[in-house]
């Protein structure tokens, strides 16, 4: 179909649809369903369920299921990183953005559903599973976040980022509410642990289903200039050489730069807290399935409200203002959270002040960068970079969190490090020139 106008309602609500479609992804598979389940079935209990060990064999090592299972999503947020600027230079060289987040989508879901096969018997099938799902996750974002600038004016971006963010934080939810309710109707827990697989499957169909929308309306061919840049010879090359020529001009920008370190710096906090907390919960304050889901759903709704507040926040004062508030709450939650959360109710508040400032953090990361990027027709391999610090920030943030809590008694140790990133990542969003008032 013919390309809709940039800054048109319609195409804007089908580029923010894709944020409805994979964030099931985040709450099902990373922050609720999956880790309650991969608990469940890598715990050894006895007759009474008391809980006996924590310990899986992976590789020939004996590791916490913990430390296991973050160290598999670093592994796999890794892999993005490597290959996403490759892809994205790629794509904006030959014009098949759209194919690219497509194939990562697909790989996503497909994984997602798939997990329905994992069970106790198969721990290796499980992890490669998780692994391949957050690729296709991660992949997919590295193009949908380049198109923010090519389907929004400047002055839009701010707002339609939040969009996406609430969208994605209202449709997740609704399939968490399906999800909780399949579970806790199930009397036994073999039942519960089986309506849990057919979670995943529905996270499977939910993606794919919800991507039509985006896919059918976003434009097939990125621009029409990329077409005239199509010659003979590898793309492998010509997004190399992109790439390089991105560099050059990025080097070059201080602002964009600082920018993008601070951002490195305090989302290694914000990545980890948000894979971890179920872990948390569940470890350190022995909370049970439901009262974890309630959790993440007060964590959801409130997020939905922090994105618009942001955002409106933003325009009154400008975007590093907002994102400077932003890691300073983040460093007083974490830092409620090392002294103060010993019980459900503790862990609820947390959860409604993490939902505030999640989505505020996100989405204005994300429209600061667009903001920040010069006049270029390299939209993805600019994203690249951004993706890239992202990706390797969890990466960092989770190896160090699992290595600490490897070495540690308690879950609440790590907690110092993600502290310090995001007192660090306030100061070094100091050193960014402000231009003006919107950035």
């Known amino acids: ?119 106790a018997d198969t721990l290796y099938l499980g992890i490669i599973l998780a692994i391949l799902a957050c690729v296709g996750f991660a992949g997919s974002l590295v193009f949908y976040n380049s198109y923010l600038p090519e389907i929004a004016h400047p002055e839009q971006q701010d707002a339609v980022s939040a969009k996406g963010f609430a969208m994605g934080y209202v449709g997740s939810a609704v399939l968490l509410i399906v999800n909780l309710v399949m579970v806790m109707t199930r009397e036994t827990g073999a039942e519960k642990l089986q309506m849990m697989q057919w979670a995943f499957v529905t996270v499977g169909i939910w993606w794919m289903a919800f991507a039509q929308i985006t896919f059918r309306f976003l434009p097939k061919v990125d621009q029409e200039m990329n077409v005239q840049k199509k010659s003979q010879g590898s793309y492998i090359f010509k997004g190399f050489k992109e790439l390089q020529k991105v560099w050059a001009e990025l080097k070059h920008n201080k602002r964009l730069v600082r920018f993008l370190f ?59 203002f907002t994102l400077k508030i932003a890691t300073i709450i983040w460093s007083l939650i974490c830092i409620f959270t090392f002294f103060f959360v010993f019980t459900a109710v503790h862990f609820y508040i947390v959860a409604a002040f993490v939902g505030l400032v999640m989505g505020g953090i996100q989405s204005l990361s994300r429209s600061t960068y667009s903001k920040m990027l010069p006049e270029t027709e390299d939209n993805a391999s600019y994203f690249s970079f951004y993706d890239v610090c992202e990706k390797l920030s969890i990466v960092c943030g989770m190896a160090t969190f699992g290595l600490i809590n490897e070495v540690s008694s308690t879950m609440r140790t790590p907690i110092v490090a993600l502290i310090a990133f995001f007192v660090l990542g306030y100061l070094l969003l100091l050193r960014v020139p402000a231009v003006d008032k919107q950035s």
């Open 262 to 320: 601070a951002f490195f710096i305090y989302s290694m906090g914000v990545q980890t807290v948000m894979l971890v907390a179920n872990h948390f919960g569940s470890d350190e304050i022995k909370m049970e399935a439901g009262q974890l889901i309630t959790t993440i759903l007060i964590i959801q709704f409130v997020a939905m409200l922090g994105a618009y507040l942001f955002s409106y926040t933003s325009r009154k004062t400008s975007n590093l």
């Open 1 to 119: 179909m013919a390309n809709l106008e940039k800054g048109s309602k319609k195409l804007i609500n089908a580029w923010a649809t894709y944020d409805l479609a994979n964030s099931v992804y985040n709450l099902v598979i990373t922050a609720t369903i999956f880790p309650i389940y991969y608990k469940a079935v890598t715990t050894t209990k006895d007759d009474a369920g008391n809980e006996i060990s924590n310990l899986v064999h992976f590789l020939g090592f004996e590791i916490k299921n913990t430390t296991l299972y973050d160290f598999a999503i670093a592994f796999a947020f890794l892999i993005v990183a490597v290959i996403s600027p490759l892809l994205s230079g790629i794509a904006d060289y030959g014009g098949s953005k759209k194919r690219f987040m497509q194939f990562f989508c697909y790989l996503g879901a497909i994984s997602c559903s798939l997990m329905y096969f994992f069970n």
